[in-house]
């Protein structure tokens, strides 16, 4: 390393003094939170009534159907088989040709959102099966219909556990998206990684792990909290 090179490293700083960091971490921090909560907006949104299609259509469900069940079951589970950095690389020409250009951090929201979908889908058809049968079949005993006796008994009972379920999303999405800035979709992954590794800078590599730990553990208290607030049996 020559001496100019040495200057330079130390005019920077380090830790919270190192401007490297200070004037990246902000816009790296929106461009991870715009990614997570778009694509977890989406899978949410998609993956509800997937997840309830496949419990409607179990051979217990409201309206069973057994091809279709199985249908519904193979597709929820290869989309969840598909390894998140060959889904990133799938669906590079989608997300140009939807966005424009793969960089940036709306450039990875794509892949994301579709990983997202089959796994919200899963967990949250595991939160409606928990629902205590005895209510479904109150329901059906007052005459309600299948659509009533699905989103207001059902997804009503099933809520603290799709708050959760929707929590275990929103983390796992976070941990997703800094693959996603490994390849140019911005966010703490490209920092981490363009600044922290290959420049070898370990206080920005250090300090974006722990604001990412503080992230998720952030997330999950607000997600424990929903749940208690929407949870009635406790």
């Known amino acids: 390393m020559t001496a100019a090179s040495v200057l330079a490293v130390i005019d920077r700083g380090s830790y919270l003094n190192n401007t490297d960091f200070t004037s990246r971490i902000w816009e790296a921090l929106g461009g991870t939170l715009g990614q997570v909560a778009i694509s977890c907006l989406v899978g949410v949104i998609v993956g509800l009534p997937l997840g309830l299609a496949v419990w409607l259509?179990?051979?217990e469900g409201l309206r069973p159907g057994r091809i279709f069940n199985r249908?519904?079951?193979l597709v929820v589970d290869l989309g969840r088989a598909i390894p998140f950095i060959?889904?990133?690389l799938l669906l590079i020409s989608f997300t140009r040709w939807l966005l424009g250009s793969t960089v940036g951090w709306q450039g990875g929201i794509p892949a994301l959102a579709i990983g997202c979908i089959p796994f919200y889908a899963r967990l949250a058809e595991n939160a409606i099966r928990q629902v205590p049968v005895g209510k479904i079949e109150a329901a059906q005993m007052a005459g309600a219909s299948?659509?009533?006796i699905t989103w207001s008994v059902a997804v009503r009972e099933a809520l603290p556990g799709l708050v959760a379920a929707a929590t275990v999303t929103f983390i796992t999405l976070i941990g997703y998206s800094m693959i996603t800035?490994?390849?140019g979709a911005g966010g703490l992954g490209d920092l981490v990684y363009n600044w922290g590794y290959t420049?070898?800078?370990p206080d920005i590599f250090v300090m974006v792990v722990v604001i990412v730990l503080a992230l998720v553990e952030a997330v999950q208290l607000l997600g424990d909290l929903a749940v208690r607030k929407l949870d009635h049996s406790r």
């Open 57 to 59: 259509t179990a051979p």
């Open 71 to 73: 249908a519904l079951n």
């Open 86 to 88: 060959v889904l990133m």
């Open 146 to 148: 299948r659509w009533q």
């Open 181 to 183: 800035g490994t390849i």
């Open 199 to 201: 420049r070898n800078m």
